[in-house]
């Protein structure tokens, strides 16, 4: 089972677009979206939800006021002013168990804290992961983690590709999805902002020994940067699969919820694609 991890340094660089017009050409591989903190790959790609699972991504300790002495060490032992004497801040509350080891009256337990939803569906291009963290809930590198496992058993089931829509950044969400990848393919655009996150990506993947390849999206918005960022890319010994120029046509299809799929900015990302494929 091979696996094409789609990332960016930052958001906005057309990441997500480019994921969606590559399950249009993926010979029905098993989709996922990882940006579990923004998920929108699910707009282009519309799919029919069959089956959803509940998410509990931390804990949380409730108090069993009858036994609840008020002695105060829990307040006394929490880094984070929780707590008070038995009475529990549930917004600054980090789950980490300090007054449930402490608690000399045995008074509390951790609980489950509901964080947010895995769903699977089909698509017309192929089955498709997804999720979506309640709103101020962590552990979005766990959630994304569960997303790709659930991705990866159909894709070894049905013997299918996994195509990746990953977050943006290089923070533990990054990880989570880079993690046992076949390629990363990094989008970037033709600032000094992307070359910057281009290279963080590639110490990273470096790091974590996944393949990188790179293709540069908007390219033609700064000719001069696209020519500094491939020649980078040389410097590095990393892939350049090729620049996706900028065009309107991209903006109106996101507009219909489409993914791109014809004119100039289609056919590029159809050459990126068929390379990246050859380099699994
Ligand atoms: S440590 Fe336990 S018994 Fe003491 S105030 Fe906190 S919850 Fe109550
Ligand atoms: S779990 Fe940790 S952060 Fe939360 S109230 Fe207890 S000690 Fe404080």
Redesign the pocket.
Known sequence: MKEIVVLSGKGGTGKTTLTGVFATLGQRAVLADADVDASNLHILLNPVKEYEEPFYGSQQPV?DQNK???????TQLCRFDA?D??EVDELNCEGCGV?FH????K??TMEPVLSGHLYRGSTPYGPFVWAELGIAQEASGKLVARVKEVAREIARQEDRLLVVDGPPGIGCPVIASVSGASLVLAVTEPTAAGKHDLGRLLSLTRHFGVPLAVCLNKATLDEEMADKIEEFCREEGVKFLGRIPFAREVVKALIHRQPVTEGPVAEAMQEVWRRALSLL
């Open positions: 108090v609840c002495t008020r002695c105060g060490v829990c707590i004497h038995g007054c402490g608690c000399p009256e008074a509390i």
